[in-house]
């Protein structure tokens, strides 16, 4: 199962500072949630950002939903994020 999320920055916030965040919740929280295969970030020229997130199922990924709601690391990444540019997908493997 791929999920997307697509965003923009909240107001203010350093891309520095939004990059060291990401880095802390994808090494202390992402990488230690059974199920995930590959989780990047990327950027394009109009300051659109884009997580791209492979997981082996979508329970995983509910899994790993609901626990990061109350994990210190994806809360600072989150806080970062402007809530009201936020776009979550899923889509289903085919491979």
Do not use: C, N
Request: hydrophobic share 40%; glycine share 4%.
């Amino acid at each position: 199962m791929i999920e997307t999320v697509t965003f923009r920055l909240a107001a203010g916030t350093d891309e520095a500072a939004f990059l060291d965040a990401d880095r802390r919740a994808q090494t202390e929280f992402f990488y230690r949630r059974p199920g995930l295969v590959r989780r990047t970030t990327a950027r394009d020229r109009k300051g659109e950002w884009i997580f791209i997130v492979i997981w082996r199922s979508e329970t995983d990924a509910d899994a790993a939903a609901r626990l990061s709601e109350s994990d210190p690391a994806t809360s600072e990444l989150a806080a970062l994020i402007d809530d009201a540019t936020v776009q979550t997908r899923r889509y289903s493997t085919l491979d």
